[in-house]
C-alpha cells in the first residue's frame, strides 16, 4: 500500500496559483493519482485523475514527474470558495488482483481576501 | 442522475454493539467501496465490492465486513464496536474500467461509540 505525503497547511490570497504537492515514494506500477476536495460536513469531490506526465481540466492541472514518486496539484486563480481540505489518492490493481487505494492526511488550503 | 445516498446520517452506539450503514450508488455505477475518516483525519480505505465480492481490502480487522447486493448498492457492518471506531464512515461509487479511483463520495454517517 502505497503511503502517501502532503502538508498540512498552505494559506493563499485570492487570484494565486496555489501548487499542493505529494510524495508517494512506494508507488506501484498500476497506481493511478487521484485528487480530491473536501468542504466540511461533505464527501469527498474528485478533482483530476493521472498516471504519469501532466493532465489539466477545466479547475486544475496535475504535475507527475518521470519516476511517479510525487506529483503536484495546481489550482490556479483560487478564489475565497476553494479554502478546503485537499487530498491525494493513490492506489490500484495489486499484484494478488485486488484492490489498494491510500489517501493522503490532507492539506488544509485558506484563502484569504 | 443520482448521486451517492448513505443512511443513517448520525447514529450513537455503545461499545460491543454492532451497526449495519447503507449505501446507495451513483447512477451507472457497478463498484462500491468504503472509508472511515476520523476527526481530522485522511479517509481510511476499508474495502471495496464489485459483482458483489470484495476485490480491496484496507488494514481493517474481520469485524469490518460488508455486502454489494444486484443493483450495486451496499452495507457496511460492524461488530463488537469499540470506542476507535467512532468516525465519518464514507461509502463512495464509481465504474469499473472507466478511470481507476474517480469515486463519487456520498456525504456520509457519522457514528459516534460510547
Known amino acids: 500500500l502505497a503511503k502517501t505525503t502532503q502538508p498540512i497547511s498552505m494559506d493563499s490570497y485570492e487570484g494565486q496559483e496555489v501548487n499542493i504537492t505529494c510524495s508517494h515514494n512506494?508507488?506501484?506500477?498500476?497506481?493511478?493519482i487521484t485528487w480530491y476536495q473536501q468542504f466540511p460536513s461533505q464527501g469527498p469531490r474528485f478533482i483530476i485523475q493521472g498516471y504519469k506526465t501532466k493532465v489539466t481540466n477545466e479547475v486544475a492541472s496535475l504535475f507527475i514527474p518521470a519516476d511517479r514518486k510525487s506529483s503536484t496539484l495546481s489550482l490556479p486563480r483560487v478564489s475565497l470558495s476553494d479554502t478546503a481540505v485537499y487530498y491525494c489518492?493513490?492506489?490500484?490493481?495489486?499484484?494478488?488482483?485486488?484492490?489498494?487505494?491510500?489517501f493522503g492526511a490532507g492539506t488544509t488550503v485558506t484563502v484569504r481576501a | 442522475e443520482t448521486g451517492v445516498t448513505q443512511s443513517p446520517t448520525h447514529l450513537i452506539k455503545t461499545r460491543g454493539q454492532q451497526v449495519t450503514l447503507r449505501c446507495s450508488s451513483q447512477s451507472g455505477h457497478n463498484t462500491v467501496s468504503w472509508y472511515q475518516q476520523a476527526l481530522g483525519q485522511g479517509p481510511q480505505f476499508i474495502f471495496q465490492?464489485?459483482?458483489?465480492?470484495?476485490?480491496g481490502r484496507g488494514n481493517f480487522p474481520p469485524r469490518f465486513s460488508g455486502l454489494q447486493f444486484p443493483n450495486y448498492s451496499s452495507e457496511l457492518n460492524v461488530n463488537a464496536l469499540e470506542l476507535d471506531d467512532s468516525a465519518l464512515y464514507l461509502c463512495?461509487?464509481?465504474?469499473?474500467?472507466?478511470?481507476?479511483?474517480?469515486?463519487?463520495f456520498g456525504a456520509g454517517s457519522r457514528l459516534t461509540v460510547l
Open positions: 465490492y464489485y459483482r458483489e465480492e470484495e476485490n
Open positions: 489518492l493513490v492506489g490500484g490493481l495489486g499484484r494478488s488482483n485486488d484492490y489498494k487505494l491510500s
Open positions: 463512495a461509487s464509481s465504474s469499473q474500467g472507466s478511470g481507476a479511483n474517480v469515486l463519487t
Open positions: 512506494n508507488i506501484a506500477t498500476n497506481d493511478y
